[in-house]
């Protein structure tokens, strides 16, 4: 078996149907969105189809739907559009960094933000974000799927809190779209954050769903691309490319793909806890997204691990990559109160709709086998066996 | 040019560590060359942006080894060359085994020698376990040093390299038997020139990058900067460890501003006027005295190493004839050592030697073999 690839919720690759369908917008239909000529309408067509595709998996309107150069830019525009100082905004500890070092800017900006914990599964507790809010509350951005563990959130009910208190609330659904179905009306949110990456789809290239009536502020200025929401000339094989992301993966859902997902997942999982001893799940008993497992395997550095894996084809992660592109620890799982020896030792394993059963296989040939000679080589494998 | 370490492992995997500078991205394309599997490695050792803004440091701070340019530059190289590239992140372990001993010992007085810190717990220890853990049986670097199995001793030697003027092998005294089994010096026989003549050769864009001497973690060499930072960044300010200057006699002269400020064979910055010039001849951490005197003053005949790691030999059961090397600028003095307890060894040169510094190494050769070393008391 040549590589194989169990690090989706990194990036996925583009599936073939959606390279075929954005192709001619790479060669011969390549005209500006915003021009009057054929070539302009062309692209302009394109670009609103893949809006009503979108706004279809997402159970939206397609004028709700505003194009991004990504999940960051997503979130970014939710949140300073909408916060100013002053405000007062809840978070969560969990969030990808898109959304924390907004909120950390929004500190010094002026802003109050509360990031409300999670418990030892991971997940927020709806009522600690209903006791979070104050009169000056402006926004609630809260995950739906966490990115390092795939537990899901509670956002329907954090959505109804929102709602009652007449607060906005932004959920970051990045990790979430395409795995499991999403619903604006039920989640009752005002803004939502897809990538088209996490998806099949092209990297850089996202979505921001906002809710009619919502006023945003921009943070481009230029022309009125986007109902004057975010200027700059659309990326147009990169929104078609997301268009049919999403048109594939509604249909997934229909065919159960979601379920396929979810049983190589849960191979995978269940025979690495039993091959491998000293293993658990972060995040085990919580609801999850059915692509992700995050596994610790105690008394080894999980960045070994992964660089001993991909030296022999298997490309899993940990963590979050500094600017260096050395492993930091996990901020999710320390947030969960793993002790920081288990955090280091954690592997995310995150499957795509290409992965088969054949490289689930393939990964439990390797896995226990290196987990074992990293656990030889470790000097606290060997002062723990003696303790015990 | 091949060693037989690596002859005999032709097949075989070996990690290197690569710093982003010339020596050790040549060394990872030598070995390339020469038809190994090598996997390129960088030590994330310490965030250059950390204490940059604080009270003095500059706002953007150019390191040497942990520097996001450095990484870049490596990262390059294994890309040209054709390997596997990782950073892995020793940052916890560096500030603890490395940053921390720096920042206390010359707090109390002494002047501490990171890199050799850095090797013994970091490149020859972390690193080392990591390589192994990835399926490397060698770990190499760019140390000019050269690392030979003696049969008729049965040990491993560390050896000085053939260019003299290059020798690291003071900063590697305390490999042990077992590090130096798995460890490969390519760069043990070749010139500084031949290496960059290589480094061309190869491609390699970083092949005119100059040399850095400085410590990698302290931007400009600023030591004093770096602990004023370091400590604030902590919430301590810098203790106070001001005293008073005085003679060899015990005559005080003057108040001083701290002891971490001086280094034994300093002249400049004492802050008295006399009519000869006086060094700093001992700190003594306890009484915060600094005490200074003539020049003459400054020489030793003797002094104590603890923490003794031997390479050569397994034991020092008598005296034995050396030469020591008491700085890294140092020529190597000719002295008798030996064992005054387990881990303490006392060194009497033959001819008095200048500034004997606490904190340094002392370094014992046998021609160009590495007896062992320990620090000086």
């Given at each position: 078996m040549g590589r194989v690839y169990f690090d989706n919720n990194a990036t996925t690759p583009v599936l073939a149907e959606v390279f075929d369908t954005m192709r001619p917008y790479l060669g011969e239909h390549f005209g500006n969105a915003s021009s009057i000529h054929h070539h302009g309408q062309e692209t302009r067509a394109a670009v609103e189809r893949a809006r009503e595709s979108i706004a279809e998996l997402l159970g939206c309107r397609a004028s709700e739907i505003v194009f991004t150069s990504g999940g960051t830019e997503a979130d970014n525009l939710a949140i300073f559009g909408l916060a100013a100082a002053r405000d007062h905004v809840i978070s969560s500890t969990i969030e990808h960094h898109a959304v924390l070092n907004s909120c950390k800017h929004l500190e010094c900006l002026g802003c109050d933000i509360t990031y409300v914990p999670v418990d030892g599964r991971g997940q927020v507790d709806p009522d600690d974000v209903r006791r979070a809010l104050r009169p000056k509350t402006k926004l609630i951005t809260l995950m739906m799927?966490?990115?390092?563990?795939g537990v899901l959130q509670p956002v329907e009910e954090i959505g109804k809190i929102a709602a009652e208190a007449d607060v906005y609330f932004h959920t970051d659904a990045v990790q979430a779209a395409g795995k499991v179905p999403i619903s604006v009306k039920k989640i009752e949110c005002d803004l939502l954050s897809i990538s088209g990456h996490k998806m099949h789809a092209l990297q850089g290239v996202g979505a921001l769903y906002v809710r009619k009536g919502t006023l945003l502020q921009p943070m481009l200025y230029g022309g009125s691309h986007e109902r004057s929401r975010r200027a700059g000339t659309e990326n147009v094989p990169g929104i078609v490319a997301l268009g049919k992301a999403a048109e594939l993966a509604r249909q997934g859902f229909e065919n159960g793909g979601d379920a396929v997902m979810s049983a190589l997942r849960d191979r995978l999982q269940e025979s690495l806890l039993e091959h491998v001893d000293a293993t658990g799940v972060n995040g085990d008993g919580a609801p999850r997204v059915p692509n992700t497992t995050n596994i610790y395997f105690d008394h080894i550095e999980g960045e070994a691990l992964v660089i001993a894996l991909d030296l022999k084809g298997l490309a899993v992660s940990t963590g979050a990559a500094c600017s260096s592109g050395a492993i930091e620890p996990s901020h999710v799982l320390t947030a969960m109160g793993l002790r920081p020896d288990r955090a280091r030792a954690s592997i995310r394993f995150s499957l795509g709709k290409q992965n088969t059963s054949q490289e689930v296989a393939f990964a439990l040939s390797l896995v226990p086998e290196t987990v074992s000679r990293l656990r030889e080589l470790s000097p606290v494998y060997h002062k723990q066996a003696v303790s015990n | 040019m091949l060693g037989a370490k690596r002859q005999m492992l032709n097949t075989k995997t070996i990690a290197v560590a690569m710093s982003g500078g010339v020596d050790s991205s040549t060394v990872a394309a030598m070995l390339r060359a020469e038809g190994h599997n090598v996997v390129g490695l960088t030590m994330q050792l310490w965030n250059q942006r950390r204490l940059a803004g604080h009270s003095g440091m500059p706002e953007a701070v150019q390191g040497r080894c942990c520097s996001l340019d450095d990484v870049y530059d490596a990262r390059r190289v294994a890309e040209t060359i054709g390997i596997p590239y990782y950073v892995v992140n020793h940052q916890e372990r560096f500030e603890r085994d490395v940053v921390r001993p720096f920042v206390e010992e010359y707090l109390s007085g002494r002047t501490p020698i990171p890199c050799s810190l850095c090797n013994n717990h970091l490149k020859f220890d972390q690193l080392l376990m990591v390589a192994r853990q990835i399926g490397a049986d060698l770990l190499a670097t760019g140390h000019y040093a050269r690392v030979e199995y003696d049969e008729s001793r049965g040990r491993w030697l560390l050896k000085r390299p053939t260019d003299l003027s290059k020798d690291q092998t003071y900063f590697l005294f305390g490999l042990t038997q077992e590090q130096l089994s798995s460890t490969l010096f390519p760069l043990g026989e070749m010139k500084k020139p031949e290496v960059r003549e290589l480094a061309r050769k190869s491609g390699l864009a970083l092949a005119e990058k100059p040399d850095s001497q400085e410590i990698c973690f302290v931007p400009g060499g600023d030591y004093k900067r770096f602990l004023d930072a370091y400590l604030a960044e902590e919430g301590d300010s810098l203790p106070d460890t001001s005293g008073e200057l005085v003679t060899?006699?015990?005559e005080a002269i003057g108040q001083h501003s701290g002891i971490h400020n001086f280094t034994v064979g300093q002249r400049k910055g004492l802050g008295v006027a006399t009519g000869s010039p006086l060094y700093v001849i001992q700190i003594k951490g306890d009484s915060r005295q600094v005490v200074v005197g003539p020049?003459?003053?400054?020489?030793?005949h003797t002094l104590r190493a603890r923490n003794v790691n031997l390479i050569?030999?397994?034991?020092?059961r008598e005296r034995m004839r050396v030469a020591v090397k008491i700085r890294h600028r140092h020529e190597p003095a000719p002295a008798l050592i030996e064992s005054t307890s387990a881990d303490e060894v006392l060194v009497t040169f033959d001819q008095p030697q200048r500034a004997v510094t606490p904190g340094q190494a002392a370094v014992f050769y046998e021609g160009d073999v590495v007896v062992g070393g320990g620090w000086i008391q």
């Open positions: 799927a966490n990115n390092e563990t | 060899t006699s015990g020049s003459e003053e400054l020489y030793s050569a030999v397994d034991d020092l």
